[in-house]
């Protein structure tokens, strides 16, 4: 552990990510030093050393005594106690830099305990020049990754752990690599390779590099290695030259799915054949746009039955399954044993050259079964998920679900330094269901959960608004001072100053109306805190005076909706009368063709990113595609994205 924290000098990096610097004291007793006094080891209370500092006539004792007791103070939770400590000494402190090293190091604890990380790192800095023993710079490197951990700014982060791991033992320095890693693979293509050529530490760079090169070339195993490859070449000496890190040696040995006969399950007849032809189109446009004629694209009609759809693609020589749709469909087919029986024939879907038109690519609707049985797992991406579902290393789930859009949210909130938001939602089931996702994502993050207000749509959304933002008790109390003062009295009322962001769960058609409630029950006396909603909230259509009145909300979209190009105007000119949530599907079925060549690698590298139309998309353990939208913001009547 820290000399700081208990009686051993470096601590692991599985208990730095979670309880640095939070550890107790200890209070093995020690012999009496009267010349001699570490400061590697705290073993008495704060008023013990503050007692010995009093009695020695010592200098540099005497200072080392104080650093000791601010220290313990520190470990007994007295911030403002270690500060003042420290304070008392910091004019005429012993010029040695083991001693001001330590007086920095602490005076940034107790900040971090009393004021913000950014006021505890501003002191945390150390002149290069100092000499000091390797447990020193170990405190230093780890306390700076712990702040920048806090303030969740990864990549300088990364770059103090790779700065610590060259003080720490082998064994210890290879924790801090897994860290380094895990810590670099939320982080996107972009943002990596604008670090990647970090001359000032090589370390660092190369970490940065290598991240950027699993998440590039991950698709395809032979440029993996050969950039691998490269990379070691130029990094010899580099500590992950030596130990690839354990989930890109299996990207490295997993062979990515290659199928030239893929089939679509979708309901192509029936209530639901609107929808799923939006779906159908997406992919069908992605086929076209790629032109690859070796490969067979056949769709299947799952109206009668989504088992009798997919053994039909299965006696077609489906080397891959997209599909199906439908949840209910999803759990015939979760439910469905290796041994149901497949039909031995089925009518060709696609031209003999694999061509994709309107006209060569049809449909087959599904037929009964003959005896036939499966006798392969043949890799399958459903275009929805269930809750309940046995996790197959073979198996993918890729939905638009609103919960996870929620999620995400959360998620995007808790990264703009929101600390107290307020929750409006439409009381409804999908509404519901988003705000119970938006709170436990929040609890998990930040372990308190989010005051959430319901509404009514009509009159009572007003009232809902107002209760919310503490108008109707501010007005109550004005009305009863009124009663009792005479003269009458003017009074404006006060909203609530406690809460610093509002995400509206709406539908557009109630954002129209939510927003301006909003912005007319903030109070004169307080500043507008920011507005964040999601995709459902987005309203339709291109009117820049509604747009006007949404000044200033955020809002979460995929990002193909929030940069408009030539592909969404050749959709708009296709299909003028779709609506947003009809481009979401067309947009979810061009992924969900991109994915089939990905999903192998994205598994087998959780930071492996795709940069979707619809998202920034990966893999989570159990096959689930986790989906992170973009941002944009309504400023001067336009919506541009963030």
């Known amino acids: 552990m820290l000399k700081r924290l208990n009686t051993t000098k470096f601590i692991s990096i599985a208990i730095l990510s979670a309880i640095l610097f939070g550890c107790g004291t200890t209070t093995a007793p020690v012999k009496p030093e009267k010349t001699e006094v570490s400061l590697t080891t705290v073993t008495k209370s704060s008023s013990q050393y503050m007692a010995l500092a009093a009695n020695e006539k010592n200098k540099e004792i005497r200072d080392k005594y104080v650093l000791l007791a601010a220290h313990a103070f520190i470990n007994e939770g007295n911030g403002n106690a270690a500060d003042k400590t420290l304070k008392s000494i910091a004019q ?119 991240a950027y090169i699993a998440k590039h070339y991950a698709i395809d195993p032979n440029d993996l290695v050969r950039h691998l490859g490269s990379w070691q070449q130029l990094n010899p000496n580099h500590p992950a030259a030596a130990k690839l890190p354990t989930d890109l040696e299996n990207a490295l040995n997993t062979q990515p799915y290659q199928p030239k006969n893929i089939a679509v399950l979708l309901p192509l007849t029936g209530p639901r054949a609107v929808v799923a032809n939006t779906v159908k189109q997406g992919i069908l446009a992605n086929y076209m746009a790629t032109g690859d004629d070796s490969v067979t694209l056949n769709f299947f009609d799952t109206a009668t039955g989504a088992q009798g759809a997919y053994q039909q693609a299965v006696a077609a020589g489906a080397e891959f399954i997209i599909g199906p749709l439908l949840q209910s469909e999803v759990e015939q087919l979760q439910n469905m044993t290796p041994e149901s029986p497949v039909v031995t024939s089925v009518d060709t879907v696609a031209s003999s050259n694999g061509v994709a038109n309107t006209s060569a690519v049809t449909n087959t609707m599904a037929v009964a079964p003959t005896t036939s049985v499966v006798s392969k797992t043949i890799p399958q991406l459903y275009l929805n998920h269930i809750d309940t579902f046995t996790a197959d290393p073979d198996k993918f789930f890729f939905a638009l679900s609103p919960t996870d859009e929620a999620t995400d949210a959360a998620q995007r909130l808790y990264n703009d330094g929101i600390e107290q938001p307020l929750l409006l939602v439409s009381n409804d089931a999908v509404g519901r269901r988003m705000a119970e996702s938006f709170n436990t994502q929040w609890k998990t993050l930040t372990n308190t959960p989010v ?53 509206m769960i709406s539908a557009s058609q109630d954002l129209e109306l939510l927003k301006p409630f909003i912005d007319v029950n903030f109070s004169v006396f307080a500043d507008p805190v920011p507005l964040y909603t999601t995709s459902r909230s987005r309203v339709e259509g291109n009117s820049r005076e509604t747009a006007e009145e949404l000044n200033n909300l955020t809002i979460s979209d995929i990002p193909w909706l929030l940069s408009p190009n030539s592909e969404t105007q050749m959709v708009n000119e296709l299909w003028p009368s779709w609506g947003n949530s009809r481009k979401r599907l067309f947009i979810m079925g061009y992924d969900a063709l991109d994915l089939v060549g990905k999903l192998a690698q994205m598994r087998a590298l959780p930071g492996y990113q795709f940069s979707g139309r619809s998202g920034m998309l990966s893999v989570l353990p159990d096959g689930t595609i986790n989906r992170q939208l973009s941002w944009g913001r309504y400023q001067r009547g336009n919506l541009r994205p963030l």
Not at 99 to 113: F, P
Not at 465 to 485: F, M, N, P, T
């Open 92 to 210: 005429d402190i012993t010029q040695k830099p083991e001693l001001m090293a330590e007086h920095i190091y602490l005076s940034a604890r107790a900040l971090e305990m009393i004021s913000t990380y950014d006021h505890a790192l501003k002191v945390l800095d150390y002149p290069s020049n100092w000499k000091l023993p390797n447990w020193q710079w170990v405190s230093y490197y780890q306390l700076k990754a712990h702040l920048y951990l806090l303030l969740n700014q990864p990549i300088d982060q990364v770059r103090q752990l790779s700065l610590l791991s060259q003080y720490l033992p082998t064994a210890e320095a290879y924790e801090v690599n897994d860290t380094i890693w895990r810590s670099l693979q939320p982080i996107n293509e972009q943002t990596l390779l604008s670090f990647s050529n970090d001359t000032a530490n090589p370390i660092f760079a190369g970490w940065v590099q290598l």
């Open 451 to 503: 005051e959430t207000h319901y509404y009514d749509r009509g009159d009572k959304m007003k009232v809902t608004v107002q209760k919310a933002l503490g108008v109707i008790d501010s007005k109550e109390r004005i009305a009863r001072i009124k009663a009792i003062l005479t003269p009458k009295i003017e009074a404006d009322f006060r909203s609530r100053r406690d809460i610093d962001a509002i995400y």
